[in-house]
């Protein structure tokens, strides 16, 4: 009896296990569940998706897709390769080692000619001028001429302009015959082709863009130090005081914060040009004679206060989120056994606002190397970043692929900097206001 | 921090008092400028200074013409008498005025756009069911930082091939994406705190998908949406960089028309916009403050 009722016991015990392993369990509606569920959470997954879809189309077409077409642009120029077609055809077959015979300067002497009927030489002229400085106007001269020029044309073109009998142009010609070229990036980073197509350094005086780049780059590292310096007893004040006293504090963080750029930028210069309030300040009280009136606008000082001045905001607020949520009692039991004020600042207190610090200076240095507004209106010569460069290739010299290098060069400075900030930080992670 | 602990050393109690007056000055640093513009602008001379008329309060010192500048400046005819005519004049004609018109027509629609894709987006990134979340809210992020001197060269590439240059829709959609980001930032923000079971709760109870989005969730979120918008609407309203390579005059906003102003023809009117600029984000400010203590309150989290 006792026996059966072990046997009962043990085949019910057994039974619904050997059922699970048999049939798997199922949904309401006969489906294992296992397939229900992966259906489930498919199904949430696109419908989390489709809602973002919307805008991730929208930010692909207005921001994506421009910022690929400007890196295309910094490798890809075909000014002259698709306005030169004999030329082209001319350079495939020959390499140019010399200055060519008859059938190069036939090439050139037809599609010259036919770059002026379409309109198009100025392109092409301006293309070789970006690595031939002054060839501009030996090609539209060239052009103008063409119509009267009788074979042979070696001879005749030279004698329009002896610079036709120049190696290092036929060098460049070629280069420029193929549309997708490095050439760009050499330029933006101070080297050049030399007539033999090695890479070479340009002459020491018309380095400038590295020195710009590094330039750049330590002036936003200084912005970035001199913000921090100020923003850390700020945020401890702001994190330490009463919540009534230190949310009308705030307003002297966020007043900044929401004024437009423009308005702080207008605001120093009426207050440290020569003849501004700041000097008249000094010269009014004393402090300096009228001849020695100092001069902190329209140069590398301009750029700094005016920078440091918008930045600041972005450096107090991360490192207040993260003074905030620092106990009070770990300094207070420093202080008990026995630290003294510094020991317990340093050793207790300050590790804790690393990730803050950390934060603010990285958000600081990345908006920082990209700024272009305040150091072309404050900064005159000295003052100035390699946006600015940027935007003279793009509005001035027209040059734009040489912008689209730089742009890409700081583009990829920028990204390390974003992936390391998302590394450290996390995006997620970032707050406003 | 209002009373010092019995036990400070004198060393320490002056430290503490250096220290906070070290930080009066920052405070000082930050706010002087802005504050400083709004007496300049009331100069009777075409000084950034203050002159000596100002300093000893004479009224005579102080005027309006700037404020008055920025109406006349670029009208056909400013020296009328001031009628009906005139203030049609002003509306049709001077070029602050039309920079206002510009900078309002495009911010209210960039905000728009942004705010209503953005606020989506941010519903959907903040399920935990989100695939490739990380990665595409890096992307959705990035035109903050992307430097905007790389977004505006990008932008007058494809524009110029497009023909979205110098177009309204082509500006629109420009700021739109710079503004995205923060409504991002600040809608997932207040989702972070959100209780699901809100919602599964009014589910249970009858009511409809859209009916849930609407009477639970949407006033829940709001304070983050409308500051997201807020956000998105300064950014805008603030932009010079794309609006100086991708617009035409027809295009000119406020502060493309104060970029002019300070690079060519510099005057105390560039004073008076600012200063009601400053009045200007004075409300947003208040606005925004008001705003986050109201989420606070309704998420259950105690203001202090």
Redesign the interface.
């Given at each position: 009896m006792s026996e059966t009722a072990a046997q009962v016991a043990d085949t019910l015990a057994v039974k619904p296990i050997d059922q699970a392993v048999d049939q798997p369990i199922t949904a309401a509606d006969g489906t294992p569940l296992k397939v229900a569920l992966a259906r489930a959470t498919r199904k949430a997954k696109w419908r989390a998706f489709v809602l973002v879809l919307p805008l991730l189309l929208f930010v692909l077409i207005t921001f994506a897709i421009p910022i690929v077409e400007m890196l295309t642009r910094s490798f890809y120029n075909d000014a002259f390769s698709a306005n030169m077609p004999n030329l082209v055809a001319y350079f495939e077959d020959n390499e140019i080692e010399s200055v060519p015979d008859e059938a190069g300067f036939a090439a050139l002497a037809a599609d010259l000619k036919q770059a002026r009927e379409n309109k198009t030489i100025g392109v092409v002229a301006t293309r070789v001028n970006y690595e031939v400085p002054g060839s501009r106007s030996q090609f539209t001269s060239a052009a103008r001429k063409t119509k009267k020029l009788e074979p042979p044309f070696k001879e005749a073109i030279i004698a329009l302009d002896e610079d036709w009998n120049d190696v290092r142009l036929w060098n460049v010609m070629q280069r420029a015959s193929n549309p997708i070229s490095a050439s760009f990036y050499l330029a933006a980073t101070d080297r050049r082709y030399d007539e033999n197509g090695d890479k070479v350094w340009v002459d020491k005086k018309r380095r400038i863009y590295i020195k710009l780049f590094v330039n750049t780059l330590l002036l936003s590292l200084g912005i970035a130090l001199i913000c921090l310096v100020l923003a850390f007893p700020v945020a401890h004040l702001l994190a330490t005081l009463p919540l009534r006293y230190s949310n009308l504090l705030m307003i002297f963080v966020l007043l900044p914060f929401w004024t437009s750029l423009l308005v702080r930028t207008t605001a120093w210069i009426a207050l440290l040009q020569s003849q501004g309030v700041f000097n008249d300040m000094l010269v009014g009280t004393g402090i300096i004679g009228d001849e020695s009136r100092m001069q902190l606008m329209y140069n590398m000082q301009g750029t700094v206060i005016a920078m440091t001045h918008i930045l600041l905001p972005f450096m107090i607020l991360p490192l207040y989120s993260v003074m905030k949520t620092i106990p009070p009692t770990y300094v207070r039991a420093a202080r008990s056994l026995g630290a003294t004020s510094w020991t317990a600042f340093w050793k207790v207190y300050f590790p804790q606002t690393v990730p803050g610090i950390g934060a603010g200076v990285l958000l600081v240095f990345i908006l920082a190397v990209g700024y272009y507004i305040t150091p072309a209106l404050v900064g005159g010569s000295t003052g100035q970043l390699i946006s600015n460069l940027i935007a003279f290739h793009m509005l001035k010299s027209l040059n734009w692929s040489m912008a689209a290098a730089l742009g890409a060069i700081l583009l990829f400075i920028i990204l390390v900097l974003y992936w390391l900030y998302d590394k450290l930080i996390g995006i997620d992670n970032m707050k406003l206001g | 921090?209002?009373k010092l602990p019995a036990?400070t050393s004198t060393g320490?109690r002056i430290?503490h008092y250096t220290?906070?007056f070290?930080?009066g000055l920052?405070?000082l640093?930050?706010?002087a400028?802005?504050l400083?513009?709004i007496p300049?602008s009331f100069n009777a001379e075409p000084?950034?200074?203050?002159t000596q008329k100002m300093l000893s309060f004479d009224p005579a010192g102080y005027s309006l013409r700037w404020y008055d500048n920025i109406l006349t400046f670029g009208m056909k005819n400013p020296d009328a008498e001031r009628n009906v005519y005139w203030w049609i004049d002003v509306f049709f004609n001077a070029q602050w005025i039309h920079a206002a018109k510009n900078s309002i027509i495009i911010g209210f629609s960039a905000t728009i756009l942004a705010t209503v894709?953005?606020t989506?987006?941010a519903?959907?990134?903040s399920?935990p069911?989100?695939?490739f979340r990380?990665a595409?809210?890096?992307?959705?992020?990035?035109?903050m930082?992307?430097?905007?001197?790389?977004?505006a060269?990008?932008?007058?590439?494809?524009?110029s091939?497009t023909g979205l240059a110098h177009t309204y829709p082509g500006i629109i959609?420009?700021h739109?994406?710079l503004g995205?980001p923060?409504v991002i930032?600040?809608v997932?923000?207040t989702l972070v705190g959100f209780d699901h079971s809100l919602t599964r709760a009014a589910l249970n109870l009858g009511a409809s998908q859209s009916t849930v989005f609407r009477r639970v969730t949407m006033p829940l979120i709001l304070p983050g949406v409308i500051?997201g918008a807020l956000?998105a609407f300064?950014t805008s309203?603030?932009e010079?960089?794309v609006v100086?390579?991708v617009a035409a005059f027809d295009q000119q906003t406020i502060?493309r028309q104060?970029?002019n102003g300070?690079?060519e023809q510099?005057s105390p009117t560039?004073?008076a916009v600012?200063t009601i600029?400053?009045c200007f984000?004075?409300l947003?400010?208040t606005t925004?403050?008001l705003l986050?203590r109201r989420s606070e309150r309704l998420r259950g989290i105690s203001?202090?």
């Open positions: - | 921090m209002a036990y320490e430290w220290y906070l070290i930080c920052i405070f640093f930050l706010v400028p802005i400083l513009v300049l000084y950034f200074t203050f894709l953005g989506i987006a519903l959907g990134l399920r069911e989100m695939p990380r595409i809210m890096a992307l959705l992020i990035s035109p930082i992307v430097p905007l001197i790389i977004t060269t990008g932008l007058f590439f494809f524009y091939r959609m420009a739109a994406t995205i923060f930032i600040t997932t923000a500051s956000f300064v309203f603030d010079v960089v100086l390579f502060p104060m970029w300070i690079r510099i560039i004073l600012a600029l400053v984000s004075i947003l400010l925004v403050e986050r203001p202090g």
